[in-house]
């Protein structure tokens, strides 16, 4: 089974050595043992937190199957979408296997960034830990056979997991880990910052 305790050392604990200063959007980048580690910083600023509440789906692309996207999430993403997949398709080439890391806000474009690469290369390893949902549930048979590969890390009393809402017509993809909360109340802090007391 994959390392849970690595895998969130790679979410949170990175040289953050690519940055987007227009919509403030961080990445680390690492070459190791033949993999591409691809890690998305989580919310650190007001201008993450704006992007966080644009909770109006979109269509995503002109694809023949047609699926829907948090507006604020795809914007983000889009702003380093050249330059994630120029890095991956380089690791590809290379022989590289891709893992891909995020908590928070992070992991929300961790998971637009695994979709997309799936898209264009093949499915990459993919945990994400504290996620937000990211897309709609329309056409959701379709965005399942997506996420094989992407593993979805909850805390049981995590509040930011449950947004956006189900009744605003979002849904989680890929398989679920759910960890008992260390702390009885819902929160929206400490319960979501207590990840890596729980793995």
Not at 64 to 79: A, D, L, N, Q
Request: charged share 25%; hydrophobic share 40%; proline share 2%.
């Amino acid at each position: 089974m994959t390392d849970l305790k690595l895998a969130w050392d790679d979410s949170v604990h990175c040289d953050w050595n690519y940055e987007n200063k227009e919509t403030d959007t961080e990445i680390s980048f690492i070459e190791k043992d033949k993999k591409l580690f691809i890690s998305f910083q989580g919310s650190g600023s007001f201008l993450d937190w704006l992007q966080n509440f644009m909770f109006s789906k979109i269509p995503y692309k002109e694809m023949k199957e047609t699926f829907f996207i948090h507006r604020g999430f795809i914007k983000k993403y889009k702003s380093v979408r050249t330059d994630v997949l120029a890095r991956v398709e380089e690791a590809t080439l290379k022989g590289m296997t891709i893992e891909i890391r995020g908590f928070s806000q992070g992991a929300a474009l961790a998971t637009v960034a695994h979709e997309d690469i799936g898209f264009h290369f093949s499915e990459p390893n993919t945990i994400v830990f504290g996620c937000p949902r990211v897309f709609g549930c329309w056409n959701r048979k379709f965005l399942e056979t997506k996420f094989k590969k992407l593993i979805s890390v909850s805390n049981s009393r995590d509040a930011v997991t449950g947004v956006p809402f189900v009744i605003l017509g979002f849904k989680h993809y890929g398989s679920k880990i759910k960890k008992k909360a260390k702390y009885f109340f819902l929160s929206f802090k400490k319960n979501h910052l207590s990840y890596g007391e729980l793995v």
